[in-house]
């Protein structure tokens, strides 16, 4: 951290900033210059313990340099991590392909679907059994019955099953039945669910809140892995922007931003950024382009059934035909 | 809802449309312009079932005509709610103001804001127990002793006391010391905590989330009310833009907004928006002058030693001074 | 400015640093922490030349640290300009009130808005004559005729005058006939525009830019006054969020947020931001109370009729009543 | 347009709005809900010209259905345009690639870049002669001797010359040296300078606002080919959020909505997005897989000399590493 005096403080200012910092046991090094003073803070700016140092006398701001984050840092595992999920590794040369409908609807419906996905190349069935809606008249999910059809769904093609945990007091059902968690957007600093997950242990697929910056995801990262859970993956799904002609801002600069700062694999979802199942495959093919480790795609056997977000929804063969041209772009980046 | 057909629609595309909303009970009435036609359904559109019309053959967009929440919207009640918290009424003539530090850090730290807070005319004693950090590794708050200690300083100064509670679980402990619930930006889109907080009855400050529209923010106060808690504040604390001069920007037209759409009253938070402690008196006076219901203003004995949002808390000298002020601009808007 | 060195740097990349600013000028201040190695630059960093010293070996990030505009910054004139238009000031204890309809239409129009604009107490008359329009097939103005009915007005009633002026070419004609010329949003970083008013002397009310930050803000007021004409006023205006309930959102922490930063006048446009006549006077008081210099309002002496912009113009009566209301906030934070 | 009535309308609203309507020449369909009366009005309704139904009373709001931009969109093109640049077709199945330093600086620079990509396979040079820069200090371009050293550079080596106008006083001189004009993003709403390049009949690179919507664009791109000139090409170069990892954030879903909604070719601008040059090519990347038909890349013989933009501006021998991969995503979508 670097603190800047204000061109008016005086010697006894810069001086008392310098004997905060040492009763917390941090150094000093002071650049004096003809607009103002910096005082570079030398140790870990935890010791600070919250003190906030833009409150003392002739200080006009304190500008931070380094991350809080550690785990979750690229410095710490400078080759990056491979999560592995039943076998199923995530973050190495191979993509990894998730896929499945909206929500679990119906025994039938998530067979289909898995059956579809399964043949277009995925090895992980997504399907919501609790959905967090805006309006609490919408459907609100299947609930646990969501998790037991996706699992069973999940068994008979030999699909890995990756479903959302809305609440701390889920994850103990949810982990009978799951074999990643997913984190929803929405609940991206709900710091409870976010240790409760960790203690788990399972797999968990963190999505980016749609409002936070890359900065916040990697820190809500780091309260899943400082419980002693590495097996984090990543999803970007689209930022809130004032363009409205999509459902949500694919930000694809993610996956090169988070290559570089983190060793967390990074996925992406075509699907809820792009709103409209038109814009699915140019957004797919966008992210694996742009680096990303894989992708979670919105499938459903019949969507102009679908009691959510239908309108975003491939078919089993649109899925198909995606799968080709992913395979070819994969191919073009050197993947697999 | 208005369903707009493409120009190449033909009209059995028309024809299947119209069918489809005869199925599901509703009604339409067609318009058939040079350029295109256009279906308006009527009847309520919650009996679709969430099936998406847009995925007809033929259908170019639907326009949403109708906001989804009911209990909150000022059609319900015309006249406004008022809601009363320890006998005092917020939403009435007079405003609430609610004051007091960022984090509950000791027994004489949040015994000293009281005295302050109370003797300078607030009639609530805020601060958190459990803190939602960014980081793991920031201060988390002292939890249920936290509780504790606000609970006492309110009676000891006969404050009413409104804290955030951050997860299910304590929601009946903290019902046990908190005559008022707060739920946090971060928690505005937890479905499963409002609904918790609307059984438990209590009533509930909401704020509104840092990407949320206003639309968002009455449909999150609907999952309180539809659970049969009617006595929900609103609190407007700034959303996220591109701007970094303020740490949110106010959205201070959310007041007329709010006031125009919803019975529910609101309040402003400028600490929040202001992130700084030079910019909370202009931006509470902004918030009073729009026509907000109340203030929630972060006020601490010491705001050099406070272990988090340092930068932006007030000392009690400055709030006493914001408070005339408050009350001059009160007046001149016909308010007390 | 601050140079942050890689965790991974040699001697000989800091030595290189070191070097580099040498060369151009500067002085270097090294702070040497268990983290990374820190270098302050010494003296105007503008020797540099645009050189970017972030892509020397070594070298993590550069953090600025002082603002890149000068006359336009608080610590130029710390008392803070006064512009005086016609015998007003801008600025001073009294607020200034500029009003008049969104676009001249007629004469007739014109001269009902200046006399009913006058009546209720403004001392500035405005109304678009070019007007700038999103679509090339709606109404864009009177042009010249335009500007000439207006100052017609203006004279008729005793009001000075301010209208947009949208290019350099019009520079000269528009200088006979206004008092202010105002810059648009859509213009602010039209840096030639920018100029040409600088170069002519007359005062210029400077819209913000709908995705400007305020540092951007003043950076192109600096354009103006670095032509050698000071007579700036910044008018914010609302920008562009994700939050459609309004046309903008008005960003009241503008008032003090400028007022910090620099020594120019700030007024507050209530009717762009809002986009709705309902929401104008809550505005346009919340402006006052956070202690904006005064207001620009759109007022037509017959709304239902306007060409464009209709929604967000007030009626003369409207206005009348706000002035009142205006008058009480203004004496409540102590202005006049 | 749909006009929505408000519950409380009366029929005499009704009939009003009805009555205008006629007055201009439209027709009104009625459709007659549980919850509201919708008018859904037939004809053009530019007709109205200007006069806003919302201010009529019992009238909620008006929806818009269709767009106002015709000769960019795609009904009246179904097939899409190619548009011609001496000789180079954008927008057909070849990529079109445009590549040089962010300003011109020297005769010597300009020629080693242009040597350097046209080796690498670019068709277009570009390079700024007029630089539009946020403070009024920093290096604002050599001028009309830029634009002479781009045509010298760009006829010695086979290559098309792209450069940006900044006036409209630019336009003639600039036609002289220029193949293609570009409009950068600070201009997209300068509507003078868009009609006078539309007179030009030179064709136009038009790059996206930083926070225009893509409709609005659009409506910018009308200005153009409403004044005669149909060679238009947009440029998607990033937008202004929240987030600060990047310079801006790249909106790659720009390539496929405008592909559906307007005849024009797009490409990607990925240097300004991005704002580093190792976000680069990812970027590029995600941008032709989205389905660009080209890229604009800054590329410079030697970055850490540059004058402006250093940080984002890619090695000849980057740019040409760059070109082997976007060589293999377009044949992996089928293009060249």
């Not at 600070?48 to 833009?54: E, N, R, S």
């Not at 984050?69 to 190495?92: C, F, H, N, Q, W």
């Not at 068994?155 to 890995?160: P, V, Y």
């Amino acid at each position: 951290m670097i603190v800047l005096m204000k061109k008016t403080a005086t010697q006894a200012d810069v001086d008392r900033v310098v004997a905060v910092l040492k009763e917390h046991g941090l150094g000093a090094h002071l650049s004096v210059g003809a607009q103002a003073t910096l005082i570079g803070v030398l140790g870990d700016k935890s010791r600070l313990g919250g003190q906030d140092l833009t409150l003392l006398d002739g200080v006009e701001s304190c500008v931070p340099i380094l991350h809080s984050y550690k785990l979750a840092s690229r410095d710490m595992t400078p080759e990056g991590r491979v999560v592995t999920v039943g076998g199923v590794a995530i973050g190495g040369k191979q993509l990894a392909i998730m896929a499945g409908p909206c929500a679990v609807e119906s025994e039938a419906q998530i067979m289909a679907a898995a059956e579809g996905v399964k043949a277009a190349g995925a090895q992980f069935l997504r399907g919501g059994a609790y959905k967090p809606r805006t309006s609490p008249y919408a459907f609100q999910g299947l609930e646990d019955e969501g998790y037991r059809l996706l699992r069973k769904a999940g068994d008979a093609f030999g699909l890995r099953v990756v479903s959302e945990v809305v609440g701390v007091e889920q994850v103990e059902t949810a982990a009978q039945y799951c074999d990643m968690f997913q984190i929803g957007a929405r609940n991206m600093q709900n710091f409870r669910l976010l240790k409760a997950v960790g203690r788990s242990g399972v797999p968990v697929l963190l999505k980016r809140g749609i409002a936070s910056t890359i900065e916040e995801w990697l820190d809500a990262a780091e309260y899943i892995m400082s419980e002693g859970n590495g097996n984090v993956v990543l999803c970007e799904r689209g930022i809130r922007t004032f363009e409205t002609a999509t459902r949500n801002t694919l930000d694809v600069s993610a996956a090169p931003v988070v290559k570089e700062r983190s060793c967390l694999p990074i996925i992406i979802d075509p699907s809820h950024a792009a709103g409209k199942a038109a814009y699915v495959a140019p957004l797919a093919l966008a992210g694996v382009a742009a680096g990303a480790d894989g992708l979670i795609v919105e499938v459903h056997p019949d969507p102009k059934t679908a009691v959510s977000d239908a309108a975003q929804q491939l078919t089993i063969p649109a899925f198909a035909a995606l799968q080709k041209q992913v395979a070819a772009v994969a191919a073009a980046v050197g993947r697999e």
